[in-house]
Every structure is written in C-alpha cells, then in structure tokens.
C-alpha cells in the first residue's frame, strides 16, 4: 500500500503567512499612494480571486476594472450622494461621529475593480443552489476576500465600497441588467496599512469579543446581538 499524504502539509511559514494577511487586512482608504499596480501583481491577484470556491463551480464572478479617472470621479460623486442619504438617517451624535469617516479612496487608489454577480453562469442546474439562491453571491463573496488577502500579502490595500445605488453602478461600467455589482474595491499600493479598523478608531463600533459569537450546540440569544 502506498502511504500518500492525503492533505498538503504546509511548512511553518506558510501557515505564518497565511495568518500574517489575515490579520494584516484592513479597509483601506486614506493611505494609497496612487502608484500603479504591477502588471503580474494584479494578474496574481485576480489569478487568487477566480481560484475561489463557487457553488456547483458556477464561478458567477465577473472583474470589471477600471482606470479611467471621469469614471472614477463620476462614481464618487454618486457615493458622496449616498454619504448624505446614510447621514441623513443618524442622530446628532452618530452624524458627528460619521462626519470624521472616509468611506472611500475612489481617486486616491489608481484602480477600481467592479466585481459583478451572474446568476445565470452555469444554471440552471447549479449543483448546491437549488434551495438557497444566496450561495451564488457567496461564491462572489468569497472571491472578493481571496482577492483582498492576496493583495494583502503583495503590500497592496483594498477598500470596499457599497455606498452606491445598483442601477447606477451596472449603468456606469455597462454590465447587463441580468448582473448584478457585489462590490467596488479601490485597489493600489499603500503607504502602510492601519493596525485598527478606521470604525474602531473613530469610535463607530468594535469588534466583538470571539466569545460572543461562538455558540455551543445551540444558539444562544444571550450572545448573538
Ligand atoms: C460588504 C462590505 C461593504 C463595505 N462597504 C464599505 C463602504 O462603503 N465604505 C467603507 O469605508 N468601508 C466599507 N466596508 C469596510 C468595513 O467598514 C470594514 O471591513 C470594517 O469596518 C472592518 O474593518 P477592517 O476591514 O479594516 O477589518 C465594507 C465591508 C464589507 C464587507
């Protein structure tokens, strides 16, 4: 009988790395360079993107990636509008403590990635999706963060924006109706990343405790909140 390894055994320094851009990742906004992105950088990080795993391997993600800066600026604009709905649903303390959040880095980062859900690719027989549509904007999801924790470790920061209306994001970069944008992630070289979430540290929200969100054998409402 042969004795083949059924798993890879990573070596220490992978398994440091993997956990490095874990925990390295952060939004990104107020600290791009505006340098652009190597060429075999981003390819390395869209190549990382597409490995992720996709119901019934439908890979129902599309990259839309985008330079131009009157797109850029255009988009802005619109974000900035959906800034002053948002704000104009907090009270006076929120507001004053929202007022100090950058909520993207539109221009400052040289390129934004339009990432866009197609729920027809490979349906309608898509194996795993037959009693829960959502698993197809998981899968979208879950290639935005392979996406995120690559361009992590190649020094790069993303932010993700989702301050916008979804008509006018799929009209402004022409998906067709049938697409759905998940996500624009300002993406580029960073001057370094911050060690603690912007919303931490204007004082928005925390992150909570593990203990809270970890629930043994059943759900317990004490904790989920
Ligand atoms: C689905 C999604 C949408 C988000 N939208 C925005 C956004 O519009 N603007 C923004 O500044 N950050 C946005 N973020 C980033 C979160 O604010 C950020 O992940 C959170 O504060 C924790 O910080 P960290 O990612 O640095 O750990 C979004 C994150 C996710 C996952």
Redesign the pocket.
């Known amino acids: 009988m042969t004795n083949t390894p059924a798993t890879h055994v990573p070596d220490a320094t992978d398994v440091v790395g993997l956990y490095d851009a874990m925990f390295r990742?952060?939004?990104t906004?107020a600290e791009f360079t505006g340098e652009p992105i190597p060429a075999e950088v981003l390819d390395r990080i869209l190549t990382a993107a597409h490995a992720a795993p996709s119901v019934g391997l439908s890979q129902p993600w599309d990259f839309i990636l985008v330079t131009d800066p009157a797109v850029r600026r255009s988009f802005r604009e619109h974000v900035h509008q959906e800034r002053a709905v948002f704000n104009d649903q907090l009270d006076a303390r929120q507001a004053e403590t929202f007022a100090r959040i950058?909520?993207?880095g539109i221009m400052e980062a040289g390129l934004g990635i339009v990432v866009s859900y197609d729920a027809d690719r490979g349906s309608p027989a898509v194996l795993g999706r037959h009693a829960i549509a959502d698993a197809g904007l998981y899968s979208v999801c879950l290639a935005i963060q392979n996406l995120w924790l690559a361009a992590t470790a190649e020094g790069l920061g993303v932010?993700?924006?989702?301050?916008y209306r979804e008509e006018f994001l799929r009209d402004l970069v022409g998906l067709p109706e049938t697409l759905r944008p998940i996500?624009w992630l300002c993406v580029g070289p960073v001057r370094d990343l911050p060690t603690v979430?912007?919303?931490e540290r204007h004082g928005w929200r925390n992150r909570l405790p593990l203990s809270e969100v970890v629930h043994h054998e059943r759900y317990d409402p004490i904790r989920g909140r």
């Open positions: 990742r952060r939004d906004r950058k909520v993207e932010g993700w924006v989702s301050f996500a979430p912007d919303l």
